[in-house]
């Protein structure tokens, strides 16, 4: 099974920017679906970006979020530009093999077998 770690979180002022990785070991990350989830405090974790043949975006991260991967460093990213103080949240990212995966199902927590401890993001206003 897969590893996960999470680093890049801090605290950055709005408008800017902020690169997150999630490091992947035990698997080659290049056979899973990847996702980027985040939770707010007293909120529901939820869908910010996932990749796979393609990659899918939530609204609010549509334009200002790029989710990636380099396959030679087994690891994913979540690139954050236009910071605003609604990103506040831990981020997490998540994983599916392949074969797994279901594409219409990529926003949804259920669909992913595994996740990392999550990072913290403070955005300031």
């Known amino acids: 099974q897969v590893q996960l770690v999470e680093s890049g979180g801090g605290l950055v002022q709005a408008g800017g920017s902020l690169r997150l990785s999630c490091a992947a070991s035990?698997?080659?990350?290049?056979?899973?679906?990847t996702a980027w989830f985040r939770q707010a405090p007293g909120k529901e974790r939820e869908f910010v970006a996932a990749i796979s043949r393609n990659t899918y975006y939530a609204d609010s991260a549509k334009g200002r979020f790029t989710i990636s991967r380099d396959n030679a460093k087994n690891t994913e990213y979540l690139q954050m530009n236009s910071a605003k103080p609604e990103d506040t949240a831990v981020y997490y990212c998540a994983a599916v093999p392949v074969w797994k995966a279901a594409g219409s199902r990529y926003f949804l927590k259920s669909a992913y077998d595994y996740w990392g401890q999550g990072t913290q993001d403070t955005v300031s206003s």
């Open positions: 035990g698997q080659t990350l290049s056979d899973y679906a």
